[in-house]
């Protein structure tokens, strides 16, 4: 268990403290492989007609913002954390689209804590993640839950 | 516009009704595939350590599972919609793993719709999404929103 000498447990998410998962480079060729797998509307896949809705240009899927969010924190800690996965989401909101070219910078914050009374090895973290543009506009906000294992003895 | 005479627009959701969106089977190269992109957490990519979690083997990543139910959705009606992209998500309950070999049966019910009052031209439809699993059980219920354009005069 060496190397879980620096991993995460739940008594390490501290409410208020804020967690900086640095920067992602939001590629159109990424924009467009997801899409066309798991969100094939017009505004995701097809330029021209892109071009005429609402948003001016293909944006990205909000499931893949999600995703891109994911995969920064994952890098940033859970990796290398007690996780036992998520019973869920409270709150997603999709506030300014996401398009090619963004650089989205990404942190997590914990909201508060609750150990679990039925199961004394673990507890849910809350958590509010949140995506800003290079023009330091919030695009997506996370409000969600983890389940971690409390640090052993 | 003739293509767009079995559109779905604002006025089609009616509150209450349920359109059931089929099913798709679950390979486990597709959950490696998804989560070692997006969420490499031990449990979703690693056969090894995922067994000695309490999944007991490989599940689905959470956002995986939400796009594959997207997907569903947007093949049942969304491409042929008036969509015009979504505010956010007010709630996801992860509720039962995931797993390969796993067939999802995908309904989406209209919970409400609102007219928006300052953009004449549109409105927000509330609608909870559900995959079951070959079991019956629920595994994933999603409660989001969707902008809709009115239908044309």
């Not at 942190?107 to 679990?116: G, I």
């Not at 958590?127 to 839950?145: F, P, S, Y």
Request: hydrophobic letters at 40%; glycine letters at 10%.
């Amino acid at each position: 268990m060496s190397e879980q000498t620096n991993w995460w447990f739940f008594e390490d998410f501290i409410p208020g403290a804020v967690i900086e998962l640095g920067q992602r480079n939001v590629t159109e060729e990424e924009i467009l492989r997801f899409a066309t797998e798991f969100d094939p509307q017009s505004f995701h896949i097809d330029h021209e007609r892109a071009k005429d809705s609402i948003f001016g240009g293909v944006i990205a899927s909000g499931w893949h913002t999600c995703s891109m969010i994911m995969r920064m924190v994952v890098d940033g800690f859970l990796a290398r954390s007690s996780s036992m996965g998520s019973p869920g989401v409270d709150e997603i909101r999709w506030i300014v689209p996401v398009k090619p070219g963004d650089v989205l910078s990404v942190r997590a914050e914990t909201l508060s804590r609750h150990a679990s009374v039925s199961k004394p090895d673990r507890g849910v973290v809350y958590t509010l993640w949140t995506a800003e543009n290079q023009r330091g506009e919030v695009v997506c906000a996370i409000k969600g839950m983890g389940m971690f294992g409390r640090r052993p003895h």
